[in-house]
């Protein structure tokens, strides 16, 4: 069973930064996509940036050119960095990771327990 842990989330002005945190334990032979997602009261899950075996990254339109997405596979590790954060920032983010047992295994899709960031004067 792998378990991921989120950390880095909290309230923070307009304009003000965060750097989100999502490691992952267990028996982990290799990782694979990795990802965050966030939701916002009242609305659905929405992607907001994803991060390949390769380093490949992708964003939602919202934060492009203000969060960065980096990853640490020595460390079963993903990272967002959100600069310039605006109120409609404000969501549950929630980190998924895919991991393999076994270089025979299946990978599994893992998501962790989601951290809040809230953005307000």
């Known amino acids: 069973q792998v378990t991921l842990v989120e950390s880095g989330g909290g309230s923070v002005q307009p304009g003000g930064s965060l750097r989100l945190s999502c490691t992952a334990s267990?028996?982990?032979?290799?990782?694979?996509?990795m990802a965050w997602y966030r939701q916002a009261q009242g609305n659905e899950r929405e992607l907001v940036a994803s991060i390949s075996r390769n380093g490949s990254t992708n964003y939602g339109d919202s934060v492009k050119g203000r969060f960065t997405i980096s990853r640490d596979n020595a460390k079963n590790t993903v990272y967002l960095q959100m600069i310039s954060l605006k109120p409609e920032d404000t969501a549950v983010y929630f980190c998924y990771m895919g991991t393999q047992r076994r270089a025979w295994s299946s990978v599994v899709v893992n998501w962790g327990q989601g951290t809040q960031v809230t953005v307000s004067s």
């Open positions: 267990g028996t982990i032979y290799d990782t694979y996509l």
